[in-house]
Antibody
């Protein structure tokens, strides 16, 4: 089974841009998978951010769509998340998770990475 | 797209059964058979426990079961064990290629 590992800056300034990477192990990104981002503010619940299947094939949470971009680099076996104009409300643990095409559940998940928005 | 509604907490003694409800709308749970459940221990990533309302992935104990009626899905844990103490989240396909999670329920084993 593939393994996912998130990485990126742990601190971002307000109004700045949050950029995270999800490295997919196994040497290649499965062409039959959607790669998702999910976040969890401290002490709160999970929120689906969006997903990518291939370049140009993305789906986003309507509430975040104007600020989110998810991209994929198969040569580097990684998926990226960019969130612009961040505020303290974007402070959260960010997870990447895999979803097989035509299936509607998330498995496996990365261990998550905490991003704090603060000056 | 609002979060699915779950009780904040449920509790039970070892060996008892607990049921967690997950209430959505006719645009998500009520319209699709695509409800999944995740278990999350503190500081850990969520783990898939149930998919497609009732299906259990390989390796998940059969004391975990799922069901759905109208706009409400449920997760039942039978024969509660100490290691079941965790947060549980439901998730549903919500149409237009989007997903929505529940508010989360803390299960306490007394």
């Amino acid at each position: 089974q593939e393994q996912l590992q998130e990485s990126g800056p742990g601190l971002v300034k307000p109004s700045g841009t949050l950029s995270l990477t999800c490295a997919v192990s196994g040497g290649f990104i499965n062409s039959g998978n959607w790669y998702n981002w999910v976040r969890q503010p401290p002490g709160k619940g999970l929120e689906w951010i969006g997903e990518i299947f291939r370049p140009g094939s993305t789906n986003y949470n309507p509430s975040l769509k104007s600020r989110v971009t998810i991209s994929i680099d198969r040569s580097k076996t990684q998926v990226s998340l960019t969130l612009t104009s961040v505020t303290a409300a974007d402070t959260a643990v960010y997870f990447c998770a895999s979803r097989k095409e035509l299936y509607n559940w998330f498995d496996p998940w990365g261990q998550g990475t905490l991003v704090t928005v603060s000056s | 797209q609002s979060a699915l509604t779950q009780p904040r907490s449920v509790s039970g003694s070892p060996g008892q059964s607990v049921t967690i409800s997950c209430t959505g709308t006719s645009s998500d749970i009520g319209d699709y058979h695509y409800v999944s459940w995740y278990q999350q221990h503190p500081g850990k990533a969520p783990k898939l426990m149930i998919y497609d309302v009732t299906e259990r992935p390989s390796g998940v104990p059969d004391r975990f079961s799922g069901s759905k009626s109208a706009n409400t899905a449920s997760l039942t844990i039978s024969g509660l064990q100490a290691e079941d103490e965790a947060d549980y989240y439901c998730c549903s396909y919500a149409g237009s290629y989007t997903f929505v999670f529940g508010t989360g329920t803390k299960v306490t084993v007394l």
